[in-house]
């Protein structure tokens, strides 16, 4: 198999090439990685674990693992570096710290090869293992984020998805990095019907999902969805929110869909509602202002920019503020349709896959060109 430009590593994506399983927010953003790199004329490979098509319409070749992937310890670990080898590319991209940032970094290395390293979560930066447990993914495992470090140190570039994550990123690596937000494809403006309040996210700590249940207590009359996905390790914290949920008749608790029933809930939303401790740029802020549908955080804000810009608002870690923004937008729901309206024009102006695939592809061009300077000394 002849060398190609570069191959976007990211096992768990195979779904959006017809594989299995449910992929997340990191999973989605390589695939743009993938397809906008395809766009600007290179040849790209994605490596993934599962798929029924080899090629998309943009050019993306899509390159299985071997099956052994599929089984845990040495064979994974094995399947792992023949993928990296018989995929065989000029510069690899590895997206979310784990084991396999460390095999992509310390192979593309030894082969004299570029690397980059594309983060998807603020917690890839800091050492508080209690926080990185509540995240999940594995970075509580002190192999694991040693691996993850020595593969970020391998990396001739670092891309985070926001200014803060950069300051977390220097402060641990003690390099520059590349700020490259996150792509987002637009949806239409303004729902047909907004009439839910949406919170999408896994049963793990750092979602904090009883504070959404407690969000809806104090707000009666509104309808809240939640659509949660089960996470190995958290299972107790999904059997106590399913069962108080139960409890709670406004709230209507959903398992996991497919990525167009889930976009189609957007529609529905007054507003998405976050009660996260931590993220990086998170996908369900984006996806729900494309389609024009604010954000309601009771914590986070990344670089500011839902304060900043009229995205929605921010609770500073108040479940009665939150509240009280909640019930703002049931009694006039003109104040949520404005923000939607700006949220929907700021991800068309920042995070529109033209804007975000142009930032990758002039940084991919410079590494291959060998124009960008080494950040790993």
């Not at 949806?187 to 959404?212: E, Y």
């Not at 304060?307 to 729901?333: M, Q």
């Amino acid at each position: 198999m002849p060398a190609v430009d570069v191959v976007v590593y990211a096992a768990s994506a195979g779904p959006f090439y017809g594989g299995s399983g449910v992929p997340g927010g990191a999973e989605l953003q390589s695939y743009y990685i993938a397809r906008a790199v395809a766009s600007a004329g290179l040849r790209v490979r994605h490596v993934v674990a599962d798929a029924e098509i080899s090629r998309t319409p943009e050019g993306v070749e899509v390159f299985r693992l071997p099956r052994s992937y599929a089984e845990p310890g040495i064979p994974r670990r094995l399947a792992i570096v023949q993928g990296l080898r018989r995929s065989d590319a000029r510069l690899y991209i590895q997206r979310t710290a784990g084991i396999e940032t460390g095999f992509a970094g310390v192979y593309a290395r030894l082969a004299g090869r570029r690397f980059v390293f594309s983060s998807s979560h603020d917690a890839e930066f800091v050492r508080d293992p209690e926080l990185l447990r509540q995240q999940g993914g594995g970075l509580d495992s002190w192999s694991a984020r040693t691996q993850a470090r020595i593969g970020m140190r391998c990396a001739h570039a670092v891309v985070v998805q926001t200014e803060q994550q950069a300051v977390l990123a220097r402060r641990s690596l003690g390099r520059p990095t590349h700020v490259i937000r996150s792509f987002c494809e637009l949806g239409a403006a303004r729902p047909a019907s907004r009439d839910v309040f949406l919170w999408v996210g896994g049963f793990l700590g750092t979602k904090n999902p009883h504070s959404l249940l407690d969000l809806a207590e104090r707000v009666p009359n509104g309808r809240f969805v939640m659509v949660a996905r089960e996470r190995v390790g958290w299972e107790q914290l999904a059997r106590s929110v399913r069962e108080r949920a139960v409890r709670v008749p406004n709230v209507e608790l959903l398992p996991p869909r497919p990525r167009d029933e889930l976009l189609g809930l957007y529609e529905r939303a007054l507003a998405v509602v976050s009660t996260s401790l931590a993220e990086g740029l998170s996908n369900v802020f984006l996806e729900g202002w494309a389609r024009g549908v604010p954000t309601l955080s009771l914590h986070l804000d990344p670089d500011g920019v839902i304060t900043r810009h009229g995205l929605g608002a921010v609770a500073d870690g108040s479940i009665d503020e939150l509240a009280r923004l909640s019930r703002l937008y049931l009694d006039d729901p003109t104040i949520a349709e404005a923000a939607g309206d700006a949220a929907h024009q700021y991800v068309r102006e920042t995070h529109a896959p033209e804007v975000i695939g142009a930032a990758w592809a002039a940084l991919v061009e410079r590494l291959l060109r060998g124009r960008e300077r080494t950040l790993s000394r």
